[in-house]
């Protein structure tokens, strides 16, 4: 078990692109979620899967957010048209039901010029 | 809805001082409570849980005890060490809520040898 891995750990785009991130949870793990955290705060809950379902998305999840668990392992993170304010370290998390403690990647950081 | 607040930071101790980060939460269910660690430029570590009232969770010398009539979960180290030094988040879990997990901002521990 190597625990969660996100790639890539760090992306540094123009304003306006899009951007596709990517984490692999622990492979018995059946939720997976995904955070953002921006300096001196705690992450932010943004959407979570159970399986291949994304069960709940935030308010914080614009449209132009999406994300995406198609076998119920991997999962991506896609944001389109970027903006400033999208600048945040973006951690994925798994764990193995509800209530159970979540285990961190160490996240992307997105940086927008 | 459900929240945590922690005392503020940063925090900066000598090397074997004794260490307490105030924790306090709000919840409609009964939650299982958490603190994470993260480290620089890391995704953030399960530190030490406790999953009903008067439970204490402890790892690596931290412990923390679930009190239900004052609502806290304060973290406490009785040493500190400069490798200490990290940003600690305290959250809870309740399963009333989908989402699972909600996290306090954080606070940032120095150790000076």
């Known amino acids: ?113 | 809805g459900n929240s945590v607040t922690q005392m503020e930071g940063p925090v900066t101790l000598s090397e074997e001082a004794f260490l307490t980060i105030n924790c306090t939460y709000t919840a409609t269910g009964y939650p299982s409570l958490f603190w994470y660690v993260q480290y620089p430029g890391e995704g953030l570590q399960l530190l030490l849980k406790a999953t009903k009232a008067d439970d204490k969770g402890s790892n690596k010398g931290f412990e923390a005890t679930y009190r239900k009539e004052t609502t806290s979960f304060h973290l406490e180290k009785g040493s500190v060490q400069v490798s200490d030094s990290a940003v600690y988040f305290c959250a809870l879990s309740d399963s009333y809520n989908n989402n699972d997990m909600r996290f306090g901002a954080g606070t940032r521990l120095t150790v000076k040898p």
């Open chain 1, 1 to 113: 078990d190597t625990g969660v891995s996100q790639d890539p750990r760090h992306k540094i785009t123009k304003r306006g692109q899009n951007v596709t991130f990517r984490c692999d949870p622990i492979s018995e793990h059946n939720r997976l979620y995904w955070y953002r955290q921006t300096l001196g705060q705690g992450p932010e809950f943004l959407t979570y899967f159970q399986n291949e379902a994304q069960l709940e998305k935030s308010r914080l999840l614009s449209d132009r957010f999406s994300a995406e668990r198609p076998k119920g392992s991997f999962s991506t993170l896609e944001i389109q048209r970027t903006e400033q304010g999208d600048s945040a370290m973006y951690l994925c998390a798994s764990s193995f039901s509800r209530g159970q403690p979540q285990h961190f990647g160490d996240g992307t950081r997105l940086s927008i010029l």
